[in-house]
C-alpha cells in the first residue's frame, strides 16, 4: 500500500474510532445553568426538526450526528419585565417559538438557552426580545 493510502487509512479508522467511542450519537440539554450575566436563560424544548423530542420531563435528548432544526420556546423569569410586558407575553400565541438550526457532530453536547435582549424589551408583541442559542458545546459521550 502506498504511503499515502496508508495514511488516509489510518485517519478513516481513527475517525470510525472516535464516532464508535462517541456513541454515534449527539445530545441537546436544556439544563439549566446558563450564565445569567450573559443574559442566558432556560429554553423549551418544543420540537427537533418538526417532531416532538419525547418526554418532557427531561432535560438532554439524544439526537443523530448531523444538521438539525430546533424548535424553541422562552421561559425567561417574569421578574424581568414590566406587569405589561408579561401580558404580551402571556397573550401571543402565534409566533412565540422560534427555530435554531445547528449541525450537530458525534459525541457532543450542545446546551441550548435563550438570550434576553434587555434593549428590545418594548418589542414583545413582535418576539424580538429574545433569541434561541447554543451556549455551550461539551465532548461528552452519548450511549
Not at 31 to 40: E, I, K, N, T, Y
Not at 73 to 78: H, L, M, Q, V
Not at 93 to 102: F, P, Q, V, W
Amino acid at each position: 500500500m502506498k504511503p499515502c493510502m496508508q495514511g488516509m487509512t489510518l485517519a478513516l479508522a481513527l475517525a470510525v474510532a472516535t464516532s464508535a467511542a462517541a456513541g454515534d450519537c449527539a445530545r441537546v440539554s436544556t439544563f439549566d445553568v446558563a450564565p445569567r450575566s450573559q443574559q442566558l436563560f432556560p429554553a423549551v424544548l418544543i420540537a427537533i426538526d418538526g417532531k416532538l423530542p419525547g418526554p418532557t420531563s427531561g432535560p438532554s435528548w439524544r439526537i443523530a450526528p448531523g444538521r438539525h432544526v430546533l424548535t424553541v420556546a422562552e421561559a425567561i423569569d417574569a421578574e424581568r419585565f414590566l406587569p405589561a410586558e408579561n401580558r404580551e407575553r402571556d397573550g401571543r400565541r402565534a409566533g412565540r417559538y422560534k427555530t435554531l438550526e445547528i449541525e450537530a457532530h458525534p459525541g457532543m453536547t450542545y446546551r441550548l438557552a435563550v438570550r434576553l435582549h434587555p434593549d428590545r424589551r418594548d418589542r414583545v408583541r413582535e418576539n424580538e426580545y429574545w433569541e434561541p442559542v447554543i451556549w455551550k458545546a461539551s465532548p461528552e459521550p452519548c450511549h
